[in-house]
RNA sequence: GUCGGUGUGAUGGAAUUGGCAGACGUGACGGACUCAAAAUCCGUUGAUGGCAACAUCGUGUGGGUUCAAGUCCCACCACCGGCACCA
């Protein structure tokens, strides 16, 4: 027997695959099922892959190899999401081109890819920076603007004082900018806006229409955070002014003892001239504008807010005359800007109410003491001091009041959504150009589908304008054009889309990656939609998974797409942390390398630990003395050709044991639990080799269960048994159930819960002939012996437990 | 604060969903092979007591339901992740 030579195997293999195109997947094959598997395209950072990437990758790539092992036609593709800020950053550092940057990137994550053996059809590889397909990224954008759900706006963007750029959420780390710790404060630009809010109500119904994991299903839904409730108008006494609030308790009217406006309301404005503390309020609306982003996310923030003297807002339920306040802790973002206070059953209003002096008075009662804390108990309370809801149920008070609103006019049901607008520009170089153009008189165009892709121009520097304009503001021969609507002079938008617009849709471009017609043709959209299994972090729950169903839901309405939502499957795979428990990250210095894990062990020894290190939807730390026992138990597998012999040899443990193992590594494959199928493999090594042989067709078994795992060594072991044909075109095993169970079973003897003995029976054993057992056999009698027997609970196959006194 | 998750040997983690707690791997200890080491192979390994058979205890804490609880219920603690003045 040779030695595992894991390195030259691995490359042996890797090179039949490429040259077959073993892993080709078909548009056009109706004999098989077809299955999607779609993982997360990698960003290609200089830093190379780490070990994190390949655990999503791998447990996909089981279950791709697995599936077309089933008889599917199973279509797994890979790509680059290629655009976006550390490229960027790096290329101004650097002075090299961001699209050599990719490109050195890109080379090197798919040298890396490739050795570790991934079954993807590297036909159908995507690139986002790629002008062909970024031309399609454009074309969707397009689209939008022209239904109306692209519009332009004036949004706080975080500026850094000290890089005089705009940052990203994510570059901002506690107020402060994370590259040169400089503060970032809020600056106004006019910004590019999607109205993802337009689809808020379907992203949250059409969840039902999929498999995904429960909690990102209610992460997604506490985002987009629905909340049902009223509008009521508040006149403002002695004018025609109304103040609209909006409250999820309208039941609570009666308990309204002030109203609140954030302090950017209009109606302050409006009403300047009859306010008494004009200066005071024009302090404060001055000192919440200028709190930063820091200061407002506070933890012990302490409620703060001024009285707009002279002006009363009259309750429409009991005409009562309240008094107005403003408030930071009101926001100008969500529902109307404005609320009424119930401090009685408002832990907010309750905290501010105290705090100034200012009246609770109780409307739900049953519950504490409203003059120390607020009551907020929806189910329990009954309505009190509340006119004709009084004696109601916290539940029958929402719906009269609602209707007695509606019928007086002065209020309606309203649904909101914390949900907001996505800010869908950048003032950056490295990103797909906006493909419109700013025209004096015709306002804002959209370019001809005919001169799309528009290609980024060439650029001497990279770096944002001094004002925080993009980069593209300086190619001004690129910015000179003629209006596509009259054909004046006119100028091209130049910021650029953000990094989620490429990973938006680009699983529909690896269904016919080559199409130049359309983003992919409708056959080939309609053969593979929607994706059937998709892998990826929980820390893109929110906005790229949100993201990518808004598009795809609009591409539907517009008849592009056949699905209403673009994933059937969702699962996720939890982090990988270093050895010392911690956050992989290069400044802790506990990040692996998978180079060094398959130059030291091979791409299989990676593959088989990275599924073996723990369940897979949750975080584990990696161990190097971990992956050293995978590759022992890889070493045993090679070993194993010595215990191979000809002929029916035959072991009626061995073959129980094989069905069995057949049977839990096919089930918890599709569960994901590829750590206990794996050492369900293991168990079988060790049983195999306790017998010292194997015959050819439980070897035959053995290697596929294995195969998909690590492919490249169950490969080379079936050439040298001299097995026809390659082991990634035979069949999955199947098992016969028949053959996995015992003729015997051990069962457990229990005297009161506890423990005693064990026995064989035989495994068919029924209950009422187990209790018949426990009466005369003698083990069990020995136990019972001169007690009283007060009952017996047999559990077939499992165990007998006798309750004596 | 709130939503979600987790808590099991020295250690990473198993436990067919209420039925033998600790599969499999790592480490440790003992042994074989070796001049020796590495590699490999075999055995032991939750704790306490006992020469032993065995007994008692044991899944974050405290209660409960049950013949039976890591698993179900109630209350709490710790850690991790999301959101955070969303009315």
Redesign the pocket.
């Known amino acids: 027997m040779q030695e595992y030579n894991f390195n030259s195997i691995e490359q042996k293999w890797q090179k039949v695959w490429d040259d077959n195109k073993t892993f080709k997947a078909s548009n056009n094959d109706t004999t098989k099922p077809k299955t999607f598997f779609l993982v997360e395209f990698p960003y290609p950072s200089g830093q190379g892959l780490h070990v994190g990437h390949p655990r999503s990758y791998t447990a996909l790539d089981i279950l791709a190899r697995k599936r077309r092992l089933d008889g599917h036609n199973v279509l797994y593709p890979i790509g680059w999401d290629a655009f976006g800020l550390p490229t960027e950053n790096f290329a101004i550092k650097n002075k090299i081109h961001p699209k050599i940057v990719t490109e050195n990137n890109v080379a090197n994550f798919k040298r890396q890819l490739k050795s570790i053996g991934f079954s993807f059809d590297w036909d159908r590889e995507i690139n986002t920076t790629d002008p062909s397909y970024y031309k399609w990224t454009q074309w969707i954008f397009l689209q939008m603007f022209k239904h109306g759900l692209a519009y332009k706006q004036e949004m706080p963007i975080n500026w850094c004082m000290g890089c005089k750029v705009g940052l990203a959420n994510e570059e901002v780390v506690n107020g402060v900018c994370e590259r040169c710790g400089s503060e970032v404060v809020q600056k106004n630009k006019s910004q590019w806006m999607l109205k993802i809010t337009q689809y808020a109500q379907r992203l949250i119904d059409d969840l039902d229409e999929t498999d995904y994991i429960e ?1 990102v299903k ?2 997604q839904k ?2 987009i ?1 629905r ?1 049902e ?1 009223a509008e009521v108008d508040f006149a403002v006494d002695g004018t025609d002014e109304k103040i609209r609030v ?4 309208p039941d609570t009217l009666f308990g309204a003892t002030y109203v609140v406006l ?1 302090p950017e309301h209009p109606l302050i404005e409006k009403l300047a001239d009859k306010i008494g503390n004009l200066d005071a309020v024009k302090e404060y609306q001055l000192m919440a504008s200028k709190k930063s982003d820091f200061e ?2 506070e ?1 012990t ?1 302490e ?1 703060t807010g001024v009285p707009l003297e002279g002006i009363y807002a009259i309750d429409p339920v009991n005409d009562a005359k309240v008094p107005v306040w403003i408030s ?4 100008t973002t ?2 109307t ?1 404005a ?1 009424m206070a119930v401090p009685a059953h ?1 832990t ?1 209003d309750f905290e501010f109410a105290k705090k100034f002096g200012l009246p609770i008075i109780e409307v739900v009662g049953g519950g504490k003491n409203i003059q120390e804390e607020a009551f907020t108990d929806v189910e329990t309370g009954i309505m009190v001091n509340s006119g004709f809801l009084t004696g109601l149920s916290v539940e029958e008070a929402k719906k009269k009041i609602i209707d007695f609103l509606e019928e007086k006019g002065v209020g309606t049901r309203k649904v ?1 959504f ?1 949900l907001r607008d996505w800010v869908f520009s950048r003032q950056r170089y490295w990103g797909e150009p906006i493909p419109l153009v700013k025209c004096e008189k015709c306002g804002w165009v959209p370019l001809p589908e005919s001169e799309l892709p528009l290609v980024l121009p060439e650029l001497e520097s990279f770096e944002p304008g001094e004002n925080g304009e993009s980069p593209l503001a300086k190619a001004y021969d690129w910015i000179k054009t003629a209006c596509p609507s009259c054909g004046g002079e006119a100028e091209r938008e130049t910021d650029t889309m953000p990094q989620w617009a490429g990973s938006s849709w680009y699983f529909l471009r690896y269904m016919d990656p080559d199409c130049d017609t359309a983003l992919a043709s409708p056959e080939a959209l309609k053969y593979w939609t929607p994706v059937d299994w998709y892998n990826g972090g ?1 820390e893109h729950t ?1 906005l790229h998974l949100l993201y990518s169903r808004f598009w795809h839901k609009f591409l539907y309405d517009i008849g592009v797409v056949p699905t209403k939502e673009p994933y059937y499957k969702r699962t996720s795979h939890g982090m990988i942390l270093g050895e010392n428990h911690e956050k992989m990250s290069k400044s802790r210095g506990n990040v692996v390398n998978p180079d060094d894990i398959v130059n030291t062990y091979g791409a299989d020894t990676l593959r088989t630990y990275e599924m073996f ?3 897979f939807d ?4 990696w ?1 190097t ?2 992956v ?3 590759f ?2 890889l ?2 597998v090679w070993g194993m050709q010595e215990l191979l012999v000809e002929g029916d040899v035959y072991s009626a443990e061995l073959e129980k044991a094989m069905h069995k193992a057949v049977a839990k590594v096919t089930d918890d494959t599709e569960k994901m ?1 590829f ?2 199928a ?2 369900t493999l ?2 079988l090594t ?1 049983d195999i ?2 017998l010292g042989k194997i015959n050819k067709a439980e070897f035959k078994t053995f290697l596929t269960l294995l195969n998909p795992t690590a492919p490249h060594i169950t490969e080379e072991l079936w050439q040298i048994a001299g097995f026809e044909g390659q082991i990634s075109q035979q069949s999955w095993p199947v098992y016969d159930p028949a053959k996995t169970v015992d003729n015997e079973v ?1 069962i ?1 003897i ?1 005297i ?5 003995s ?1 026995v064989m029976i035989p495994a068919d054993m029924d209950k009422t002939a187990m209790e018949e057992f426990a009466k005369t056999n003698e083990t069990v009698t020995a136990l019972t012996e001169g007690k009283e027997i007060v ?1 017996i ?1 047999a ?1 077939p196959g ?2 007998l ?1 006798i ?1 004596v006194k």
């Open positions: 909690k209610t992460q506490n985002w955070g909340s409730g909006y409250t999820t308790r954030s407002r996310t933890l923030k409620k930071d802790y009101v926001l969500y529902g800007g609320i408002d907010r909101n914390k929980m929110t290190i723990g369940a949750q975080s584990t730390p161990a003395n971990g050293e026992g995978c022992r138990f070493k045993r639990k750590n206990t794996i050492a293991m168990a060790n080799y306790k051990e457990v229990q009161c819960g506890k423990v005693k064990r009952k609970i559990v499992k165990l437990n309750v």
